[in-house]
């Protein structure tokens, strides 16, 4: 199951276990979440994942912001064999 999140963050359940990532990459939103947090910048995160463009790192605030809020939480149903 694929669940698409905004325009650049996905979870796919055939996908890093389903956690939400980068369209078209494996890079976990935390990640990136976790890199701002530590304080590097958008330069650095791009740099660290080349296949991330500047505004994808600004959906993931949103994405942060809106599970923060209560919205936006995904949640994938369990498939048989998890």
Same mark, same amino acid.
């Given at each position: 199951?694929?669940? #698409?999140?905004?325009?650049?963050?996905?979870?796919?359940?055939?996908?890093?276990?389903?956690?939400?990532?980068?369209?078209?990459?494996?890079?976990?939103?935390? #990640?990136? =979440?976790?890199? =701002?947090?530590?304080?590097?910048?958008?330069?650095?995160?791009?740099?660290?994942?080349?296949?991330?463009?500047?505004? $994808?790192?600004?959906? $993931?605030?949103?994405?942060?912001?809106?599970?923060?809020?209560?919205?936006?939480?995904?949640? =994938?149903?369990?498939?048989?064999?998890?």
């Amino acid at each position: 199951m694929r669940i #698409q999140v905004n325009d650049y963050i996905v979870a796919d359940s055939e996908i890093c276990h389903g956690k939400p990532t980068f369209k078209g990459t494996r890079v976990m939103v935390w #990640q990136v =979440l976790e890199m =701002l947090a530590a304080g590097s910048s958008v330069k650095e995160i791009i740099e660290t994942f080349p296949g991330i463009k500047p505004e $994808a790192v600004k959906a $993931a605030l949103s994405y942060a912001a809106g599970l923060a809020r209560g919205r936006d939480n995904v949640v =994938l149903p369990l498939t048989s064999g998890a």
